[in-house]
């Protein structure tokens, strides 16, 4: 029931569009052994203050604080999340000073800053990794969170979202209160600032910030929360910490001609303790690997990264099926063509005699028979021009190359054979011809040809 208006919204604001909470069941369990190596983000500013620090450059410095105790959460599937505590020099570290930025790049949104139940849409200058989606815009709310679905509607706080911490701010009922945002080519970073609670304005403010990185981390930095979140009234507006995503299906009409409805199922949720929030507190989300990085069948289908990797040979693409690519998934027949690993079966069936011949042969041809002999033994057309090549020439290596004693023994005994028939059907027809010229003669005795035959004998 919160709906929010959508300012400069490009493309324009959806309103036939139905919410449905759906939630995969499917639990992955990951290999955490490799997490342990990521490092954290660790900032030039000195650890000793007491108050929160900012970066001279979000280009962070690699490094980790052995001392620091982290809470570390791996049972996201997409991201881990690791919460460092006020007293932790991490979270000093992690958040980011706008007011050292360079001013040109730091915009107050005017509009934001003065309204209630409000979002915007901002541009981001690079690729940002959100659930192995690249997003290159997002809407930022006043109500502590940011929107990155593509279809705007009005429902924005369901799913598909960043919530540092989302409730029912109002930066209206505050002339200090503002929403600025800060991008330097390498990260976004969104603050809130000196926000109050419209129904509960005797709290005090709040002042937080998310921070998005091009490598697809995602930092909640907290500086003012002068209360526990736990005890925000979610009446009016929800509450959330955390992330989630969702995929958009739509759906024809067919009592009312070209109508459609869109309908967001919501496939993953990350929610954080709300506990654990608290003043100089931070979070960082780091992304698990998703099945959208595999470029092609073979490494898709091998892929031990905690997800049932599928590869579709019409959409040349890898999913586990639960994506914002998931109508075309469905569409294009992909769930069924996934039940058979064909690119597993070319692996046996066409490398096998490669490995026979030369060593660089299979080196060399391996990855276009895992790439685009599919379309041969399915019947799906190749895509592109570039696919119909490839194919051409793994079939050509396949047929015409190097021709071991047996196949060069049944080609000879081939033409023999062919030679055999030919020879016969070449005397039957001499013998035939033979047969109907005696027969004419016998009827004909005055004919030339029976006079020929009297005279040469």
């Known amino acids: 029931g919160v ?5 400069q919204s490009f493309p324009r604001v959806e309103e036939n569009v139905e919410l449905d909470s759906y939630l995969s069941s499917h639990r992955w369990r990951r290999h955490t052994e490799s997490l342990k190596s990521v490092d954290t983000n660790r900032a030039s500013m000195g650890q000793d203050s007491l108050e929160p620090g900012g970066f001279t450059d979000l280009l962070l410095e690699e490094g980790h604080d052995n001392t620091t105790q982290i809470e570390e959460d791996t049972d996201h599937n997409y991201y881990t999340s690791r919460t460092y505590g006020p007293y932790d020099s991490t979270s000093r570290d992690l958040w980011v000073n706008i007011d050292q930025m360079e001013k040109d790049k730091v915009k107050i949104h005017g509009i ?6 409000q979002a915007a849409r901002v541009n981001l200058s690079f690729d940002f990794p959100f659930y ?3 997003l290159r815009e997002i809407t930022v709310a006043t109500g502590g969170f940011i929107y990155t679905g593509e279809v705007v509607h009005r429902m924005l706080t369901a799913t598909q979202y960043i919530a540092p911490l989302m409730a029912n701010f109002d930066p209206s009922v505050s002339r200090n209160s503002t929403v600025r945002y800060f991008d330097n080519g390498t ?8 926000v109050h609670l ?16 091009n490598d697809g981390r995602i930092i909640f930095g907290y500086k003012e929360i002068p209360v526990a979140v736990t005890q925000i009234s979610s009446t009016n507006h929800p509450v959330k910490v955390g992330l989630s995503d969702a995929f958009v299906v739509v759906h024809r009409i067919q009592q009312i001609p070209n109508v459609r409805r869109r309908t967001i199922y919501e496939y993953h949720r990350v929610e954080l303790q709300m506990s654990k929030i608290t003043n100089l507190s931070a979070v960082e989300m780091i992304p698990l690997p998703t099945c959208l990085q595999f470029t092609s069948c073979g490494p898709c289908v091998t892929a031990q990264i905690g997800f049932n990797c599928s590869w579709c040979s019409k959409l040349q693409r890898c999913s586990s099926g639960f994506d914002r690519h998931r109508q075309d998934w469905v569409d294009s027949g992909c769930p069924e063509e996934s039940k058979d690993k064909i690119c597993e079966k070319n692996i046996d069936t066409t490398e096998t005699p490669l490995y026979s011949t030369t060593t660089l042969l299979p080196t060399t041809t391996r990855f276009r028979f895992l790439t685009t002999t599919r379309g041969s033994t399915t019947s799906h057309l190749p895509t592109s021009l570039p696919t119909e090549d490839d194919t051409k020439i793994a079939l050509h290596l396949k047929d015409n190359g190097a021709s071991t004693d047996d196949s060069a023994a049944e080609k000879k005994g081939g033409t023999l054979h062919a ?15 033979a047969i109907l010229v005696t027969v004419y003669m016998y009827h004909h005795p005055t004919s030339a040809a029976s006079l020929f035959f009297i005279e040469v004998r």
């Open 3 to 7: 709906f929010y208006e959508v300012v």
């Open 112 to 117: 934001l800053s003065n309204t209630h139940r």
């Open 132 to 134: 192995g989606h690249f």
């Open 187 to 194: 990260a976004l970073v969104v603050q809130w600032d000196h």
């Open 198 to 213: 419209q129904d509960n304005y005797n709290l005090g403010s709040f002042t937080f910030q998310a921070t998005l990185l």
């Open 419 to 433: 030679g055999l028939i030919v020879g016969i059907l070449v005397l039957v027809l001499v013998v035939a011809a």
